[in-house]
């Protein structure tokens, strides 16, 4: 697979309004990097305010970064214009968690899904176009589907529509942003299905941005876990899921729902304490107010993302990394 997306060192900074009397710096993004391969499929896994969507607003460049680089194809587009972005907008699509508001619905579902098209000046072959994207996620007929309006549709039809839009184009990049946080439950695991399904039959490069953790684990083949604007740890899904290195995955891990002897979903533990505000970030290790482990170095230095195991990364001073062969198989240790 080759190098589709990378991201190097991306910081993104603004001023965020503090009541009426002014504004205080908030870092979104601190220094973060990541690669996606063609036809990969990366998770993106945090709570709220862990900077994911901004993030992928960052990988979409509906977002320029403060500092650092973004490059597509193996060209550097971080600050090219809008008419420059022209073409790498018709290779790259963004699915939204809102099915609702990010459907006009003033327009029929086969104008909606037509769009891109148009906003392309894609001639040839619409119609088809449109009826195909519409089969394809399981809207049909398409005849009768594209004359609908989006308040004739359910919730998880709605999300439907917004990823054949997406795919009308047949991109090379799709970022997903929590695409089934807001479908009803019944729909969530069809529409993830769905998208591992097109994206194994196109050999879309998906980037999955998403809160849990569960279903990152069915639908990526690496996840990079977010805290506060960091990447916190990265690798293969089944390595990272499976021999968590860093204290927050590990308490993302324990949140997940399991079933219980009544057959209902029993959340087992929540990540402790509050997710703290990107405007005030604990010093250190941004987790430190939070990890069971912390200990004097914590709250004092960042820990650096460093790669404790063959093609797995963690930033945690619980890791050391500088002996990593050495270390395999051992039970972490402080300083
Ligand atoms: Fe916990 Fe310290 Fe590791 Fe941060 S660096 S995750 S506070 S042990």
Redesign the pocket.
């Known amino acids: 697979m080759s190098l589709l997306l990378a991201v190097d060192g991306a910081v993104v900074e603004f001023q965020a309004r503090k009541g009426l009397l002014g504004s205080v710096p908030v870092r979104a993004l601190d220094g973060v990097s990541l690669r996606l391969d063609r036809g990969e499929t990366l998770a993106l896994v945090g709570e709220s305010g862990s900077g994911k969507t901004t993030l992928a607003r960052v990988c979409l460049r509906l977002q320029e970064p403060t500092r650092g680089r973004v490059s597509f194809d193996g060209q550097d587009i971080t600050h090219w214009t809008a008419k420059r972005l022209q073409q790498f907008r018709r290779r790259s699509q963004g699915i939204f968690q809102d099915p609702f508001s990010s459907l006009d619905t003033n327009m029929t579902v086969g104008q909606i899904v037509e769009e891109p098209l148009v906003i392309h000046g894609l001639r040839d072959g619409r119609q088809e176009a449109v009826y195909k994207a519409l089969e394809e996620v399981k809207l049909t007929p398409p005849q009768e589907m594209a004359a609908k309006f989006p308040h004739m549709l359910s919730g998880g039809q709605r999300q439907r529509v917004a990823i054949a839009r997406a795919l009308v184009l047949q991109p090379e990049l799709v970022v997903a942003d929590e695409p089934v946080s807001m479908v009803d439950a019944s729909s969530r695991a069809e529409i993830l299905y769905l998208l591992r399904e097109l994206q194994e039959r196109h050999g879309t490069a998906f980037l999955y941005i998403t809160h849990d953790i569960a279903t990152a684990y069915h639908f990526s083949q690496r996840i990079a876990v977010m805290y506060l604007g960091r990447i916190?740890e990265t690798g293969a899904t089944r390595e990272v899921i499976g021999n968590p290195l860093?204290?927050?995955t590990q308490a993302l891990l324990k949140a997940v729902p399991e079933p219980d002897p009544d057959n209902r979903l029993r959340r087992r533990a929540v990540v402790e304490g509050e997710p703290p505000s990107p405007a005030h970030p604990p010093s250190?290790?941004?987790?430190?107010p939070?990890?069971?482990?912390?200990?004097e170095?914590?709250?004092v230095q960042a820990?650096p993302l460093l790669e404790v195991r063959p093609g797995h990364w963690a930033?945690?001073?619980?890791?050391p990394g500088a002996d990593v062969a050495a270390r395999l198989g051992e039970k972490?240790q402080?300083g």
């Open positions: 916190v860093h204290p927050y250190g290790c941004h987790f430190h939070r990890c069971p482990y912390t200990f170095r914590c709250p820990p930033a945690c001073h619980l890791w972490p402080k």
